[in-house]
């Protein structure tokens, strides 16, 4: 991949909390040579300008999709931001609630799961399609009624862990999650919705720190597979 400043790519990861960040995948496709900017979607800045942006990521919320009357306004806006990449060409790697968005935005839909999934998750990943197994830490408790046009990589009990939409791959799990990123969830709230589901968020927190290094090594891997097939 060309990392020369003429020729360089953006991606451009649309973030719903002050507290969130590309992380692990962020670093990932910096070393690829990707630049990469994060912008804040609300209500009063829903409009994401997609002018010289070679990728687009969409990151987490403690919010669901179809909750409107807590998730704000800008969901719309947001959907629409997917469904003009789709368009343009530009593939969208979607995160946790970012692959619920993603989902929605191609013509599916996102229920509750039934069960909160919390902690690290053993998935038996898809080599073939770029994408490890082993853990992958997880927080939520919806899933995603995918499209017609989406193709399942990986799923377990509990809901579709991975898929694949033309260019665009979509994510339950959140393989951008590092120690820094977590603690900074715990301060905005995560720490009591742990508690309330049984587990600890310091215990949690010391299993991410542990795991750091294996999951980057697994993160990267993801990327390659990602990019490898967004830009073929």
């Not at 039934?114 to 490890?132: N, S, Y």
């Not at 992958?136 to 990589?153: K, N, S, Y």
């Not at 720490?191 to 927190?205: F, K, Q, V």
């Amino acid at each position: 991949m060309p990392t020369d400043a003429s020729s360089r790519r953006l991606a451009r990861f649309l973030r719903h909390h002050e507290e969130d960040d590309p992380g692990l995948v962020g670093r990932a496709l910096e070393r690829r040579g990707v630049g990469v900017d994060v912008v804040l979607v609300t209500d009063a800045s829903p409009i994401v300008d997609l002018d010289g942006v070679d990728m687009v990521g969409v990151l987490g919320s403690k919010w669901s999709v179809y909750d409107h009357e807590r998730v704000g306004g800008w969901i719309d806006a947001e959907l629409d931001t997917i469904r003009r990449a789709d368009q343009r060409g530009v593939p969208v790697l979607g995160i946790c609630f970012g692959a619920q968005a993603l989902c929605v935005a191609m013509g599916g839909s996102v229920e509750p799961a039934g069960v909160t999934e919390l902690g690290w998750t053993e998935l038996e990943g898809a080599p073939d399609e770029g994408l490890p197994g082993g853990p992958w830490f997880e927080f939520h408790a919806d899933r995603c009624v995918l499209p017609p046009a989406a193709r399942v990589l990986v799923r377990n009990e509990v809901c579709v862990q991975a898929y694949r939409i033309g260019r665009h791959l979509g994510v339950q799990f959140h393989p951008e999650i590092d120690a820094a990123q977590f603690a900074r969830w715990l301060d905005a709230g995560a720490d009591e919705e742990a508690t309330a589901h049984g587990e600890s968020g310091a215990l949690l927190l010391k299993e991410i720190e542990s795991m750091q290094a294996n999951a980057s090594a697994r993160v990267d891997l993801l990327v390659e597979g990602f990019l490898s097939r967004a830009f073929r």
